[in-house]
């Protein structure tokens, strides 16, 4: 499995960014895949998770109603579309599969792809 996350940037306080996961190996259809961020000298976070199949969405309450992950399946690619974004939201984020979304937030995902940087800032 390889993942590769693209898409990060610099962005202002209110802006918007969506980052992307494509996948090569595995079909994205067929598993679980978190988006994670982490920032320098912190635990790295679980920011929310779409299922396998139907797609199914969960997201931590940080991001809620601000960040929301889609997935096209004809792409292979999930995305996670921010908005009204936050200086608090500067972080690397990382896609990730696993078999299910359970317990994403404490649980180490199978495959990771490298981080993106995010950075929030006027």
């Known amino acids: 499995v390889q993942l590769q996350a693209s898409g990060g940037g610099l962005v202002e306080p209110g802006g918007s960014l969506t980052l992307s996961c494509v996948a090569s190996?595995?079909?994205?259809?067929?598993?679980?895949t978190g988006w994670f961020r982490q920032v320098p000298g912190k635990k790295r976070e679980g920011v929310g998770c779409i299922s396998s199949g139907e797609g199914n969405t969960w997201y931590e309450d940080a991001v809620k109603g601000r960040f929301a992950i889609t997935r096209d399946n004809t792409m292979n690619t999930v995305y996670l579309q921010m908005e009204s974004l936050e200086p608090e939201d500067t972080a690397v984020y990382y896609c990730?599969?696993?078999?299910?979304?359970?317990?994403?937030?404490?649980?180490?995902?199978?495959?990771w792809g490298q981080g993106t940087q995010v950075t929030v800032s006027s």
């Open positions: 990730a599969t696993d078999r299910s979304c359970y317990a994403y937030t404490v649980r180490e995902f199978d495959s």
């Open positions: 190996g595995v079909s994205l259809r067929n598993y679980a």
